[in-house]
């Protein structure tokens, strides 16, 4: 269970961060806002590397799932645009995807 608030937190960091750089950039918002979206980063990464894991490219490729859902929810609760079926499928084959690569047979003790 760790793993999976490790991989919700780490996406909520990384998408806070990357808004943060989106806001100054291309919102024309104030060049402070990246002073919160590094943090937000270095966040990201520190969760990134609680997850239980042997293998650093596992934990990032089983992460990605994690990022395009929660990516979506940020897209709705955020920014006001509603997922559509086709981004909800995605989704869902993309968080199928993270669950083989964590939990598939002789995965070991990945939580």
């Known amino acids: 269970m760790t793993t999976i608030f490790a991989f919700i937190g780490a996406a909520l960091a990384e998408i806070a961060g990357c ?13 402070l806002w990246i002073v919160p979206g590094i943090l937000s980063l270095v966040l990201f990464a520190y969760l990134l590397t ?9 934990a990032y490729a089983a992460y990605g799932g994690v990022y395009i859902a ?17 981004d909800a499928i995605g989704a869902v084959v993309c968080l199928a995807g993270a669950a083989i690569i964590l939990w598939g047979p002789g995965r070991g003790a990945i939580t």
């Open 70 to 86: 929660a990516s979506l929810g940020w897209l709705w609760l955020v920014e006001g645009s509603r997922p559509d079926r086709w």
């Open 19 to 31: 808004f943060a750089f989106w806001a100054w950039l291309r919102l024309d918002k104030s060049v």
């Open 50 to 58: 609680r997850v239980d894991s042997p293998f650093a490219g596992r």
